[in-house]
């Protein structure tokens, strides 16, 4: 007998006979040779476990059958007796839960079925088959699950779900989303280390190490907070955050000894109270996954609404704390999401448009995500991670009434500047204090100094002042009213600024995401207040119906009202934005990291569109050629932007001042020259020049002698510095930095770490890291070689084989991109290799070739002979160079990329491919 196929499955793919029904499939498969041995020796030779999809028609088919609606497990009996599924089968468990692999995919199957109206619940548990239902033939049944994924049906065509699909498919190409088989690994090796069975063996002192000890690295806290390898990745919803009294006990670290209580009050416990509390944890986990245990498969609001209930009063000390929900959660993943706060659910499922429960409703929460994941085919994992990414930053809700007492209106300022405001301009500036108590009272003091204001009233207007100034965050959305009517949806971009004189001098940047007119449906006790946060609990409506209008604004363009637009000056994005937010901050920064990362580039391109913005209050690729040539300069006259490159002999006298000779009638003499930075300083301080900003870009900074080209001006750059005045040692003349010249320098880590950076440098410049990003490369496919792959897998070896500072020597992405465009064929891709990559890898190597050899491989280096192959770049279009690429990761030539590339070029394989596509075309 030949050697049998390994199951089912695999009898479907190599007969390629997947698009079969299920039943079809195992009539084909029964009468094999590979059966017939599995079921002989494995005993599963005669059907595997069937998938949720296996199951649609089957699962139609019984109600059809049936003359009444049938309960969950009636409807279970009659699939079982359609499909004759094996006792075998019948028996196996899915995961931690009591219910049963099948019952749980059936679930899945009816809630397809449900969402196409081909069946319908008629009341809690029972289902029966709807009029559409029974005019679906097999074939249209098979294709309801691509049909609901893409909108095709009633519950997919909302546009959140596209984004979450369209999201998780680009997560899942990048890595960032686990194939199921992997994930369902860590959740085994979870419940192996820390599930009840195991947590009852335990007691004593080896139970309270085991459960709370952080400083035991295989501990549950420690696991649930900190550990992130190999073995376990960080990904299933963070805990981190406060201290470790969260836990309700922890071993302080100075003493040894066992703490509760609360941060400023803290009780120390003996040995025996903290294992009493360990124990007490044990019983409410061990009673909380007997709970879960319960969920039915496809448990309705109901049955969350019963777990929330039973969870609150019999786990109370475990189930409402975050660590507590993570590991339920990593229990059971099927049942429970993986936002383990109940305002980030309650955040998030604003975010998908849905009404979140009220109080503390975590549990009940879970049926939300459950939901929407299973109605998109995926898991609630892939769905909280693909949430997180598309809304990585929490925020909050804010309205914002845009008349100044009630009477003068700045909601046209507010709108052409770029800002929210508010009055109050007797208060003086109010950066530097908190929303709390203390600053409050000193911001009422300064109210109640008005004749007009009673106490209590200059309270509730205190409050309010630090509301705006301090309690409001960047990226929180600010709903900015007349009343309850919404003029305008604002994101904050910044901080707090004072503007002294003016009537509304209190104000925060911000981006305009909508200026479309609605009304708030629910606004009750929002309205007369300046501003107020928006809480989830009782103005759901209004968020829900402010979100709404952002997406459907995002997806089809509708954001902004008639003629109107949003600024184009303020926050980037991006790079730029974390650029940006750094010099207005410290007014200097600068861009960090290996050769090739494009950091020369990103200094220049933000600088251009800062000075762009700050200056003509738009775009640089917008400007006239006029107006960009006054950013950029030209050959006759300096620019709002210069730039220079630091090295060893650069010095003072180029960079501040000193003496240059020049000859006159014969003679030498010398005279004294401003140097770059002295000059862009002069410039900057004109008062014609008082409301421009100007930027010094310093390529390689670190190749100078830091101490040597600034002198004693160092002092002078530091943003509260900046304006005071200092004598020049040279020209004994008073020198001062203006606060309109910004610095950008860029320094590449494979010359120097920033650790060696002078010190006083570091503590005035802010710092942006920019590592090789091969994702930037997207698809192209080279001769076969994925270039984004093998960029990964040359970094991989570089990391693999150079060891201390391996990370600071990687190769860049903006190597492959010359001008801004990614490489596209052999001959530039050789070029760039031979000239750039290969003598970069020498250098090093420190002519080290049995390295340089591990990392590029013996096709490119001839090891013996202490030499690169020179030979495979004479050539570029032979299979020889594209073999020695292929070479470093033979794999990158089997990635999807790879195939669809080679399918896309046409040639002798593809010549019967094209007959069929011929034949089918002229058939039509």
């Given amino acids: 007998m030949s050697k049998p196929l390994s199951s089912w499955n695999q009898f479907a793919q190599e007969k390629r006979l997947e698009g079969l029904p299920f039943e079809k499939i195992g009539e084909l498969w029964k009468g094999t040779e590979g059966a017939k041995w599995r079921e002989e020796h494995l005993g599963d030779g005669a059907m595997p476990m069937p998938t949720y999809d296996a199951l649609l028609w089957p699962g139609l088919q019984a109600l059809k059958e049936s003359n009444q609606p049938l309960n969950i497990q009636e409807h279970l009996a009659a699939v079982i007796r359609l499909m004759d599924i094996p006792p ?157 009294l969260k836990f309700g006990i922890y071993r302080r670290k100075e003493t040894g000894k066992w703490m509760k209580g609360h941060p400023t009050k803290q009780v120390e416990l003996s040995i025996d109270e903290a294992v009493n509390i360990a124990k007490m944890h044990r019983e409410q986990l061990i009673r909380g996954v007997e709970l879960l245990k319960q969920m039915p498969a496809d448990a309705d609001a109901e049955d969350y609404r019963k777990l929330e209930e039973a969870m609150f009063e019999e786990t109370p000390d475990v189930a409402y704390k975050a660590w507590g929900h993570k590991y339920f959660s990593l229990m059971f993943p099927d049942i429970l999401d993986d936002f383990h706060n109940f305002q980030l659910q309650q955040f998030h499922l604003t975010k998908l448009l849905l009404d979140p429960p009220k109080k503390d409703g975590r549990y009940q929460a879970a049926q939300f995500f459950i939901s929407v994941a299973q109605v998109l085919g995926i898991h609630v994992h892939s769905l909280t991670v693909a949430l997180n990414h598309l809304h990585p ?13 009630g009477k003068q209106d700045i909601w046209e300022d507010m709108k052409s500047g770029g800002y929210i405001a508010v009055g109050w301009s007797d208060v003086g500036n109010l950066e530097g204090l908190a929303y709390n108590r203390k600053d409050i009272a000193k911001v009422k003091e300064r109210l109640s100094a008005e ?10 207007q205190a409050s309010q002042l630090l509301n705006f100034a301090a309690g409001t965050k960047e990226n929180d959305i600010v709903f900015v009213s007349d009343g309850h009517h919404v003029r305008g949806i604002a994101k904050i971009t910044g901080a707090y600024e004072y503007h002294p004189g003016s009537e509304f001098p209190h104000r925060k940047p911000v981006d305009w995401l909508s200026l479309e007119e609605w009304d708030m449906p629910v606004w009750k006790g929002l309205v007369p207040s300046t501003i107020r946060a928006i809480g989830h609990e009782k103005y759901s409506g209004t968020l829900i119906e402010a979100e709404r209008r952002l ?18 000056h303020q926050k980037l994005v991006g790079i730029p934005a974390r650029i940006q937010t750094i010099l207005e901050r410290k007014k200097q920064a600068i861009l960090f990291g ?16 800062l000075a762009a913005r700050s200056n003509f209050n738009a775009s640089f ?32 006298e180029n960079f501040i001042e000193g003496y240059a000779p020049t000859e006159k009638n014969g003679q030498v003499a010398f005279h004294l020259e401003n140097g770059l930075f002295k000059q862009i300083c002069i410039d900057a301080a004109r008062p014609e020049n008082a409301n421009l900003n100007f930027y010094l870009i310093i390529d390689e900074i670190n190749r100078g002698d830091i101490p040597r080209i600034f002198g004693e001006l160092l002092m002078l750059l530091e943003a509260d510095k900046r304006g005071l005045s200092l004598t020049l040692p040279i020209s004994k003349k008073p020198f001062k930095v203006p606060e309109n010249v910004f610095l950008l320098g860029t320094m590449n880590t494979a010359d120097r770490s920033i650790a060696l950076l002078d010190t006083a440098l570091r503590r005035r410049f802010g710092f942006v890291e920019l590592m090789p990003e091969p994702d930037i490369l997207e698809d192209t496919v080279i001769e076969g070689i994925p270039l984004r792959l093998w960029l990964k897998s040359l970094n991989e070896r570089i990391r693999q084989n150079i060891g201390h500072d391996a990370r600071n020597l990687q190769i860049g992405h903006a190597y492959f991109m010359p001008g801004g465009k990614t490489v596209s064929t052999m001959r530039e891709f050789a070029r760039i290799l031979r000239d750039d990559i290969v003598p970069l890898l020498e250098e090093y190597c420190y002519e080290d070739y049995g390295l340089l050899t591990r990392i590029l491989g013996s096709a490119f280096i001839d090891e013996k002979g202490w030499r690169v192959r020179q030979d495979l770049f004479d050539s570029p279009d032979s299979d020889k160079l594209v073999k020695a690429l292929l070479a470093l990761n033979p794999e990158i030539a089997t990635s999807d990329k790879s195939v669809e590339a080679e399918e896309d070029t046409p040639g002798e394989d593809n010549e019967e491919e094209d007959t069929e596509i011929e034949d089918e075309a002229n058939d039509v």
């Fill in 393 to 405: 930053v929490w925020h909050s809700y804010w309205r914002l009434g845009t008349k100044l007492g």
């Fill in 594 to 609: 290996p050769p090739g990362t494009g950091k020369t580039y990103w200094a220049m391109d933000t600088a251009r569109e």
């Fill in 621 to 652: 690729d917008n400007l006239s050629s006029d107006e960009q040539t006054i950013i950029t300069g030209s050959d006759e006259k300096f620019g709002l932007i210069r730039t220079c490159c630091f090295h060893p002999e650069y010095g003072y």
């Fill in 451 to 460: 004749d007009s204001k009673t106490p209590q009233h200059a309270g509730n």
């Fill in 551 to 568: 997406l459907e604004g995002e997806i089809i363009g509708k954001g902004h009202g008639p003629g109107s637009q949003p600024p184009t």
């Fill in 88 to 244: 075998r089968l019948q028996r196996i468990m899915h995961g931690n839960s009591e219910q049963t692999e099948v019952q749980y995919r059936l679930a899945w199957a009816r809630t397809y079925l449900n969402k196409a109206g081909a069946i319908e619940n008629v009341d809690r548990g029972i289902w029966r088959c709807t009029p559409f239902g029974e005019t679906l033939s097999q074939a249209e049944v098979m294709e309801i699950p691509a049909k609901v994924r893409k909108g095709d049906y009633s519950g997919g065509e909302s546009p959140v779900y596209d984004r979450i699909l369209k999201t998780v498919k680009e997560l899942e190409g990048r890595g960032d989303i686990l194939p199921d088989d992997v994930r369902q690994g860590y959740y085994d090796l979870f419940r192996e280390k820390f599930g009840p069975d195991v947590l009852m063996t335990l007691d004593g002192e080896e139970l309270l190490s085991y459960m709370h000890d952080h400083s035991n690295y295989d501990s549950l806290v420690y696991w649930l907070e900190f550990k992130n390898d190999a073995e376990f990745p960080a990904i299933f919803g963070s805990i981190a955050g406060g201290s470790a």
